[in-house]
Structure formats: C-alpha cells, structure tokens
C-alpha cells in the first residue's frame, strides 16, 4: 500500500481502521496475558485473590533520637532537614551528643 496516492478521506478511513485493529489486538494479548498469569499461578496452588491481594507492610514509627532540652515535647529522629530548634541550638554551641535521648 502506498500511502502517498491515498485522499485525505482515506487517509482518516485508513487512521481509524488501524485504531480499531490495534484496540482488538490490545483487549486479546491482554486476554492471553490473563490465561497465562492464571496458569501460573495455578501451577503453584495459588487462587486469583492470592494473586492479585496486596501485601501491606506496615512501618513502624521510628523513634526519637534528640529532644529540645527544655521542651521534652520537641523531637527530632536523626532523619531528614535537621528542625530549626536543632540548628538553632547547635549554632549556640550545642552538639548533637547534649540533644541525645
């Protein structure tokens, strides 16, 4: 097929029948993927919802490292932008050691 001798209109003709194709074409390989995953996943004993569940893992908090020495409240883990009453009492002379929990 040469495109060059193709109309405008067929052109357009042309552009959706190939859009329709690859739609087709799209829903069957997803339909194959599917059996596949499916086939699989029976071999090694596994249901659908086994399959497709997601395994949440839940983190724990992590705790405190330094604390503001006269304001318990104010912590701070070691993780991340040092707070700024952090920097603002190391600029005074304190060290990291003095804020330890």
């Given amino acids: 097929m040469q495109i060059e001798t ?3 209109p067929e052109l357009l003709q042309l552009k959706s029948d190939v859009e329709s194709e690859i739609a087709k ?3 069957e390989e997803k339909s194959k993927a599917r059996k596949q995953i ?5 071999t090694y004993g596994l249901s659908v919802e086994e399959v497709l569940s997601k395994s949440v893992s839940v983190r724990k ?11 318990p409240d104010m912590t701070w883990t070691g993780r ?3 707070p700024v009453w952090v920097v603002e009492l190391l600029a005074a002379g304190k ?3 003095d804020l330890a929990i």
């Fill in 80 to 82: 991340g932008r040092k």
């Fill in 38 to 42: 499916l086939e699989i996943a029976r």
């Fill in 25 to 27: 074409r799209e829903q």
């Fill in 95 to 97: 060290t990291l050691a």
């Fill in 6 to 8: 193709l109309s405008y």
């Fill in 61 to 71: 908090p992590v705790e405190a490292k330094y604390c503001h020495p006269e304001h």
